[in-house]
Every structure is written in structure tokens, then in C-alpha cells.
């Protein structure tokens, strides 16, 4: 079957695309659109690579599970789990305009400061206000970077090309729970042949992610609630808020009753049963703790995966670059809960 | 797996639809004359086009291209262009 044919027929017309970019910068058959994928027209090969990395397409999860990360840390509601942690950036200009804590940010300056890594792909939102894929070379691209836009941008769009031009040996990359399991798919090769470079991946930071939304939805209701003040900053609350916080540039904050977001989440992420992005060396998401929402929200919580993501976690123990709170009693469970919940919602 | 498939040809302008049995290997390009040869359709000289599930399918590739494995039958649908004769 034709990978063009099958990607579209199996994933994209069933609406179980997330817009990930896995497909993309790879060949000129296949783009983005506001958001979503197009495939502009059909190529005649057979395993595309479009097809073997898409997060969407059938694949053994046990498998390449074992292949990457040690079986014995596997959890059966985290996935490869070797702690959790309730962390932010000791650096205030790094917490500054970053979505929480700032870790991800922390971790990856102080990655490509050491020379771990030399450059990363992360998203950025542009001037027109979408978000979009971008290759960081420097600490200063990565602060560029900051914050959620709870949109999926094709991100490993930038990843492929990034791999295909060779010119960065060890690149990270960040992203939701789809690109994290899409860039495990490249790195186990389907096809050696055409691996794209896949070993300059040097590192994968997850996401947490409950869902990504419509680009033009969340534009539109960005624009009803914040107007001409423009958007600083959103976030989600605990689910017992039930709100999305808009932050305007002139600081003002707006709450928007979930009930007027929940139609905007995109099918394809109803379908994901994985909240915080199992296939990573690392994975970060909001804090939780008892102190409540306001002292959570500056912090992250971090589940370290791989013996990698274990080093470099110590790594910035040592060089001070992150904070470490105590974590509540109880925590590990709660985030067990709310994986398995995401994963109950999914298969129902 | 079965080397043949139950195949669904539906016409533009026809209420009717052709049904037929053909191999996995069969060519697009083939298709036409299958369709003329049930007198579905009288020959275009162009050549018909078809569709599968929004594809426009390519001359010289195969049934087998197009469909996954295991399935029992495909759907395809006659390119409507004005001069399509009937």
C-alpha cells in the first residue's frame, strides 16, 4: 500500500492526526495548514518514512518500549519510571515567562552549556500568533521559547529537517506525549536505509499534555476574552477549577468555564491515552503539592525515565540549576491516577 | 491472504453500481476497459480516472496499492468530468 495513501486513509481522514509533523520535512508530499495535515499529493513508495513514524500508525508499544528503556522500571500507569521530583529553575529570569517552574528551559540550557547537546526543537508561537516549530541553537533561543500555546505545532517537521541537514550532531527534543513516541519511532530506525540521521537525537524531553486544541478556535476565543490586550499567557488549573486562565499582556487575568473550551480540543487527542509522554529521557508537567494552586504553579513536576534523563537531572543538582521541593505524601499515586484516568477516558 | 477483491465501481451520473471480483494486482490502467467490457460504460477516449477514499489513483499502480491488507472490498469511483461518457 502506498504510505501517502495509508497515512491519509487510516489517519488523517479518520481525524486521528494531531498535527505532530513526524510526516513532514521529509518530502514535498506532505505539509501543514493552520494546524492541520495535508497531504498535497500521493507518492508511489511503499514504506515512506511519513507512515513508519507517525505516532498514529500501528505499532509495538512493549517492544519499543524494551528496546529504549529499561523493563524493570516499567509502571503500568507511568510507563518507564525511575522517580518523580517537584523541581523549577533556580534562575528567576528562567521562570520568568516560562509556563511553571521553567525546568524544561533550565534543563536544556544547561545541557547545551555542557555540551550534551547542541541545539534543541521545541515550539515557539510566531508573530501571527501560531505556534510553530523551532530549532534553538543557543541558551538565548531557548528562552525565546517559553511557555505553552496548548496547541500542537508541527514540530518534527523541523526535527526531520533538522536530521536531514546533519549540520547538529546531538539535538533535544521536547514535546507533547505524539512527538515524544514519534521520535522513539525514528530512533528505532524502520528503516536503516534512510534513518534520516536519527542518532543525532541526543535527547527527548516529554510534555504533559491533556489535549491540544484548534488553532483557530482557541485564536478566536483568545480574541473574545483578551481583544486588543493580547494574550501573555494561559493555563489550566486543577481539574476541581474547572476554568482556563487567560493572563493579558496588561495582567489582567480572565477565567473561561472549561465547558467553552472542552468543543475546541481536537478529536485526535480524545484517542491518546498517554498524559505524560511515556516515551522520553524525561517528562514535565505542572507541580502539584499541598500548597495549592498558587505555590504549585511555579513549580513542575518531573518524571526521570531513562539512566540519561537520570544524569542530567543530578547533573543540574550539582550545578544548582534547579530547585527541589519536597514532595507531598502521595504524589506518585495522584499522577498515577490522572495518567490512568487520561488512558480510561481514551479506550472507553 | 485472498489475491482477489470484491470491488465496488460507482459511476457519477449512475444510480446503479458495477460489482465485480478482480485480482489484487490488477492495473488502474486496466480498470477502464473492465468497466467497458461489463457495458457500464461506454470508452472515453482519455481514459477514466478513478478514486479511492479521495485518492486519485495512479495509471500503472496496482489494486494492491491502495488497499489494506485483509480487505474484502474497496470502493471506486469514476473521476467526474463533464465529458465522461456514459
Known amino acids: 500500500m502506498f504510505s501517502t495513501f495509508a497515512l491519509d486513509t487510516q489517519v488523517i481522514q479518520k481525524d486521528l492526526c494531531t498535527g505532530c509533523g513526524a510526516c513532514q520535512g521529509l518530502c514535498p508530499y506532505w505539509g501543514t495548514q493552520d494546524g492541520r495535515t495535508v497531504c498535497f499529493f500521493d507518492c508511489e513508495r511503499t514504506e515512506g518514512r511519513c507512515q513508519s513514524f507517525c505516532p498514529r500508525m500501528p505499532y509495538d508499544r512493549e517492544a519499543l518500549r524494551n528496546r529504549f528503556f529499561d523493563p524493570a522500571d516499567y509502571d503500568e500507569d507511568l510507563g518507564p519510571f525511575k522517580g518523580l521530583y517537584l523541581v523549577r529553575a533556580k534562575d528567576p529570569a528562567v521562570r520568568e515567562g516560562a509556563q511553571h517552574g521553567g525546568t524544561v528551559t533550565a534543563l536544556l540550557k544547561l545541557a547545551i552549556e555542557e555540551g550534551l547537546i547542541d541545539a534543541a526543537v521545541l515550539n515557539r508561537t510566531n508573530a501571527a500568533g501560531d505556534p510553530e516549530g523551532f530549532l534553538a541553537e543557543s541558551a538565548e533561543d531557548l528562552m525565546a521559547a517559553r511557555g505553552s500555546s496548548f496547541r500542537i505545532a508541527p514540530t518534527l517537521a523541523t526535527l526531520n529537517k533538522a536530521l536531514a541537514e546533519d549540520k547538529y550532531k546531538k539535538i533535544a527534543v521536547t514535546g507533547t506525549a505524539c512527538k515524544a513516541l514519534a521520535t522513539y519511532k525514528m530512533l528505532a530506525k524502520p528503516m536503516p536505509d534512510r534513518d534520516n540521521n536519527a542518532d543525532n537525537i541526543a535527547l527527548v524531553i516529554g510534555l504533559f499534555c491533556g489535549w491540544g486544541l484548534d488553532w483557530d478556535g482557541l485564536k478566536a476565543l483568545a480574541e473574545k476574552y483578551a481583544g486588543a490586550e493580547g494574550v501573555a499567557h494561559m493555563d489550566i488549573p486543577p481539574s476541581k477549577f474547572h476554568i482556563l486562565v487567560i493572563t493579558t499582556k496588561a495582567g489582567r487575568e480572565i477565567s473561561v468555564d472549561l465547558d467553552e473550551v472542552n468543543p475546541l480540543v481536537r478529536n485526535a487527542c480524545k484517542h491518546c491515552e498517554d498524559m505524560t509522554a511515556e516515551f522520553a529521557d524525561i517528562s514535565v508537567g505542572s507541580g502539584r503539592s499541598a500548597d495549592g494552586w498558587e505555590v504549585d504553579k511555579g513549580w513542575n513536576e518531573l518524571v526521570v525515565r531513562s539512566a540519561k534523563g537520570a544524569a542530567l537531572l543530578e547533573l543540574a543538582r550539582e550545578k544548582g540549576v534547579l530547585e527541589f521541593k519536597v514532595l507531598p505524601e502521595g504524589a506518585v499515586e495522584k499522577l498515577k491516577r490522572a495518567a490512568a484516568g487520561k488512558r480510561n477516558k481514551a479506550l472507553k | ?86
Do not use: C, W
Not at chain 2, 491472504?1 to 459511476?11: C, E, F, N, S
Not at chain 2, 481514459?47 to 489513483?57: D, E, R, T, V
Open chain 2, 1 to 86: 491472504m485472498k489475491d482477489t477483491i470484491r470491488v465496488i465501481i460507482r459511476h457519477p451520473r449512475k444510480s446503479e453500481v458495477l460489482v465485480t471480483e478482480l485480482p489484487l494486482t490488477t492495473k488502474v490502467n486496466q480498470l477502464q476497459q473492465i468497466v467497458v467490457d461489463a457495458g457500464y460504460a461506454r470508452p472515453y477516449v482519455m481514459g477514466f480516472k478513478f478514486i479511492i477514499s479521495k485518492h486519485l489513483l495512479t495509471d500503472g499502480a496496482a489494486l494492491a496499492n491502495y488497499v489494506p491488507e485483509g480487505a474484502e472490498e474497496v470502493v471506486i469511483d469514476i473521476f467526474d468530468i463533464p465529458e465522461t461518457t456514459i
